[in-house]
């Protein structure tokens, strides 16, 4: 009786002795950094006006892909758009915002869960009555991105859109189609097939037309490796902003809400094949 009595109070010590260990683990701060999940050749990561997706260059983020408050919108009755954090709030510094991990250093436990690829990017801007939250999640080599929007009272909504900016280098062209929306060269369409297996038309002018037929986007940027694919919904369309560079993913909503949520999806690719 006596060994079962002393093999209990080991088993009881050693259960003690290894719950303040593993607590004391999971406080030990490092250095800080920010929390980025690896997408393709890209990293997603939240910053102080929305998400990206970016290479890293020797200078910092390089080719930065944006999804933020500043270019996502609705449209009211009037049909104009009001983007959910104007940019002169923006200056005036008249809003709130958060992100995840944005002013702490990291944990052990939260560094492992970044490089074990659970880590799941957000941000959050609170403005004159409208807060909007934007949440990640990985879906294989795709990407999940929810928009929440709460309105401090009722509002008409007539559109609902999130966006991601594109640059003027950049080879963008329907996914189906292959019909290009930005000028393509043969070079570049060579270059685009041996680098992808991607077939895209050559085109020498901006397209007249605005909206991406198949609902699904290609965008190159040829001084970097991988891409993104943007894939509309069943209920969503791809619009090309060209005044702003935006790929538009636009939703209906006409109706009076005080929240609504918009998903998007976006495949972010591996770099060039050898």
Known sequence: MNWLLKLLRDALLLAVLLTVMLFAVSRVVLPYRRVFAQAGAYQLEAFETGLAFYHYGLNGPQVFYRLSPLNDFVTTKQASRSAHLSQVNLEQENYTAKWQEATKSLAILETLKQFTGQAMPWYEVDSEGVKVRYETLRDGQEWLLTKTVTFAKPTYVGQTSMTLNYFRNDLVFDGVTTEAYRPINEEQAKQILTWYGLSAETENQELW?????????????????????????????????????????VEQVDREVTELTQTIRIRAHDGRQQ
């Open 209 to 249: 037309s605005s909206v991406a037929s198949s609902g699904v986007v290609h965008v190159i940027n040829p001084d970097k490796p991988g891409y993104l694919t943007v894939i509309a919904g069943d209920k969503q369309q791809v619009i090309l902003n060209r005044s702003y560079s935006l790929l538009e993913v």
